[in-house]
């Protein structure tokens, strides 16, 4: 808050800003507690965990380490599902998509996005937990296909994929606590707008300096050209 105040040319001190919160009944919301969402009861390949939470070391730039992975939405149209490609260098959502399923083309579908926005080069890991559909054939074909190596938690080890984790918890205390969602498309509508302009272009990073993900990489980009 005191950041934000501060952007908008509004010196003012974190006690001040504290008191005048508590004055104002403003506090921060809490997530809820972690849920296993994850289907690893398969017969398909294991990827082997070529990330070991070893974030920061392998993702020293853009498009070295995507994590990857699926929360859900109650509706009163019934359960949405949300995949989400991140990339662990800016923390910027960099594919995304929803489905009334967790089939594997919602996974796709996010990974297409990802790769038709950033085009990386060989090398890139993609992480995620051990998910029919991260274990599935198409979807192992499709990472083939754009030089994407494969990586998986250990079972059960949310810890593992802690960016997407946090990312969740992010998503879910912003926006979706805070009222009822009647119908699938308004999930997908606010989810749009919450990734695409408050989450990678607004929604400051304490692990980033307190920029942005879209900043992040600005100024990244900035200093490599200085």
Known sequence: MVDELDAKGLSVGRHRV??????AGIHATKPKRFKV??????????APNLVERRFGEIATAPDRLWVTDITYIWTWEGWVYLCVFIDA?????????IDDTMETRMVLDALNMAVARRSPGGGLIGHSDRGSQYASDSYRARLYDC????????????????????????????????????????????????IEVFYNCERRHSSLGNVSPVNFEHLTREALAA
């Open 18 to 23: 504290a008191r005048l919160m508590r004055e």
């Open 89 to 97: 260098f800016s923390r910027k959502v960099v594919g995304w998509s």
């Open 37 to 46: 969402t994850t289907d690893s009861k398969h017969s398909s390949p294991i």
């Open 147 to 194: 030089g994407i190596v494969p990586s998986m938690s250990r079972k059960g080890d949310c810890w593992d994929n802690a960016i997407a984790e946090s990312f969740f918890a992010s998503f879910k205390k912003d926006l979706i606590y805070r009222r009822s969602w009647g119908t699938k498309a308004s999930v997908e509508e606010a989810a749009k707008e919450w």
